[in-house]
């Protein structure tokens, strides 16, 4: 991994996922059919929050720096924590400008690389405060939602007919759907290191059939089961990944 992931490598990366953006704004403005109204637009920006939201942004640049410091400092003898910082300035820029966030870990790594860290530490810090991240959302998300966050965007934006309380819920939906992924790729690695690789081979048939037994010959198939429900029996239910055998396994 660490001879495949180069600093090289992930520059050019970083390059690509950039024009891949630029590209992606240009088409907007060309499906949109109305550059003249897209440049007015601009010029109705209240400055003042703009300059807030810079502000907020610039915590998000600082706490991922802090975050890499903290999770690279238990493998890695003092690492800067200037170059952490800065690493996680450059990772929350990037994923600001590629697609879907794209660029935001090759850009962490790089950076970190470039302060000294093993390119080995800067993959598997950036992993780690990744599966924090996530972890905060999945938590934060639903909880925000409990207490009416975002109800009144509901009338506002249009983004190909959906408003902009669609796209919160989407995206809250795609962070959980993640969250889970990760947490049945952890538990089911910790199986296979604690007991072989027969149980989670015989989970990963029986989870395999729950996504696509549907599509089996008669006899044995199913009704079709949706992701919500296969995520709500993974992770949420008390017979899942979090539930009763977990709850006894943990306290007695």
Same mark, same amino acid.
């Given at each position: 991994?660490?001879?495949?992931?180069?600093?090289?490598?992930?520059?050019?990366?970083?390059?690509?996922?950039?024009?891949?953006?630029?590209?992606?704004?240009?088409?907007?403005?060309?499906?949109?059919?109305?550059?003249?109204?897209?440049?007015?637009?601009?010029?109705?920006?209240?400055?003042?929050?703009?300059?807030?939201?810079?502000?907020?942004?610039?915590?998000?640049?600082?706490?991922?720096?802090?975050?890499?410091?903290?999770?690279?400092?238990?493998?890695?003898?003092?690492?800067?924590?200037?170059?952490?910082?800065?690493?996680?300035?450059?990772?929350?820029?990037?994923?600001?400008?590629?697609?879907?966030?794209?660029?935001?870990?090759?850009?962490?790594?790089?950076?970190?690389?470039?302060?000294?860290?093993?390119?080995?530490?800067?993959?598997?810090?950036?992993?780690?405060?990744?599966?924090?991240?996530?972890?905060?959302?999945?938590?934060? +998300?639903?909880?925000?939602?409990?207490?009416? #966050?975002? &109800?009144?965007? !509901?009338?506002?934006?249009? $983004?190909?007919? *959906?408003? @902009?309380?669609?796209?919160?819920?989407?995206?809250?939906?795609?962070?959980?759907?993640?969250?889970?992924?990760?947490?049945?790729?952890?538990?089911?690695?910790?199986?296979?290191?604690?007991?072989?690789?027969?149980?989670?081979?015989?989970?990963?048939?029986?989870?395999?059939?729950?996504?696509? +037994?549907?599509?089996?010959?008669?006899?044995? #198939?199913? &009704?079709?089961? !949706?992701?919500?429900?296969? $995520?709500?029996? *993974?992770? @949420?239910?008390?017979?899942?990944?979090?539930?009763?055998?977990?709850?006894?396994?943990?306290?007695?």
């Amino acid at each position: 991994m660490a001879r495949l992931l180069t600093p090289k490598l992930l520059l050019r990366g970083f390059e690509i996922f950039l024009v891949a953006s630029l590209l992606g704004f240009v088409a907007t403005f060309v499906y949109g059919d109305d550059l003249s109204a897209s440049l007015a637009a601009l010029g109705r920006l209240e400055w003042p929050w703009l300059l807030v939201g810079i502000g907020l942004a610039s915590m998000d640049w600082i706490g991922g720096g802090l975050r890499l410091w903290v999770v690279a400092r238990h493998i890695f003898p003092n690492p800067p924590l200037k170059g952490m910082l800065l690493a996680g300035g450059m990772g929350a820029w990037a994923a600001y400008v590629t697609p879907l966030n794209s660029g935001a870990g090759p850009m962490t790594m790089y950076t970190m690389r470039r302060y000294g860290v093993p390119l080995p530490v800067a993959v598997t810090s950036t992993l780690m405060t990744f599966i924090a991240t996530i972890l905060f959302f999945g938590i934060a +998300g639903p909880l925000a939602i409990l207490f009416g #966050a975002g &109800r009144s965007l !509901g009338t506002k934006g249009n $983004v190909l007919g *959906l408003s @902009l309380y669609d796209l919160f819920l989407g995206s809250l939906g795609v962070v959980a759907g993640i969250g889970v992924l990760l947490i049945v790729i952890v538990v089911f690695e910790a199986s296979r290191r604690v007991m072989g690789p027969a149980l989670p081979i015989i989970c990963g048939l029986f989870l395999a059939y729950g996504l696509f +037994g549907q599509y089996l010959p008669e006899g044995l #198939a199913h &009704r079709d089961y !949706g992701y919500d429900q296969i $995520v709500s029996q *993974l992770a @949420l239910g008390t017979e899942g990944i979090y539930g009763i055998a977990t709850l006894v396994s943990s306290t007695y």
